[in-house]
């Protein structure tokens, strides 16, 4: 059974930072072979990408509004996901969730095999 655990976030006034954490584990998970991703959903909204890096961390792709201000990385040897969110806005406050895919497309919710819980970001103007 393949378990994500998502930490790090918080309420943050605009302007602030915060560092998400995504813990995975598994009896059959390998976590270098595996493509990640951070998605966002805020409420009454769908669920939209954020961030996603290939296996060994040698490509990022991130959706418009977050360049420039969010990092995503990963430690393989720690099976851990990171995202580093500067310049934190109030359009940013959602869920934030870890997905971990095989292959497809980074960008499409659908093409993630698991999924964390969640964690939950605010933050206030």
């Known amino acids: 059974q393949v378990q994500l655990v998502e930490s790090g976030g918080g309420l943050v006034q605009a302007g602030g930072s915060l560092r998400l954490s995504c813990a995975a584990s598994?009896?059959?998970?390998?976590?270098?072979?595996?493509?990640m991703g951070w998605f966002r959903q805020a409420p009454g909204k769908d669920r939209e990408f954020v961030a996603a890096?290939?296996?060994?961390?040698?490509?990022?792709f991130y959706t418009d509004s977050v360049k420039g201000r969010f990092t995503i990385s990963r430690d393989n040897a720690q099976s851990t996901l990171y995202l580093q969110a500067n310049n934190l806005k109030p359009e940013d406050s959602a869920v934030y969730y870890c997905?971990?895919?095989?292959?497809?497309?980074?960008?499409?919710?659908?093409?993630?095999?698991?999924w964390g819980q969640g964690t939950q970001v605010t933050v206030s103007s």
């Open positions: 997905a971990a895919q095989r292959s497809g497309s980074y960008q499409h919710s659908s093409s993630y095999d698991y």
């Open positions: 598994g009896r059959a998970f390998t976590f270098s072979t595996y493509h």
């Open positions: 890096i290939s296996w060994f961390g040698r490509s990022t």
